[in-house]
């Protein structure tokens, strides 16, 4: 091998080194990119899952204080027709 072959075929392993150096910075690159868009992807879930819980939560307290309401109005129904019921026995 020639010394002109020589530094022709070192120049073309500076170039591939260049090259594995530059891929190795964007695959790092990328992998923190992922990471950060993961990490936002779980907080995004996680503010979701806790508006869909509170919404759930109100949901079962108005139904619970339609219930009562409701219980309240049958209480006062039953209450007035067994009074009736004995206005009109006597």
Not at 3 to 22: A, H, M, T, Y
Request: net charge negative; charged share 25%; hydrophobic share 40%.
């Amino acid at each position: 091998m020639t010394e002109r072959e020589f530094e022709s075929i070192s120049r073309q392993l500076g170039r591939l080194e260049d090259k594995i150096d530059n891929l190795e910075r964007k695959m790092g690159q990328d992998t923190q990119l992922l990471s950060e868009k993961l990490e936002l992807y779980r907080q995004t879930g996680e503010a979701q899952i806790q508006s869909i819980r509170a919404e759930v939560e109100a949901f079962q307290e108005a139904n619970k204080q339609q219930l009562n309401v409701s219980l309240g109005v049958l209480v006062t129904a039953a209450i007035t027709i067994v009074a009736s019921v004995v206005i009109g026995m006597q």
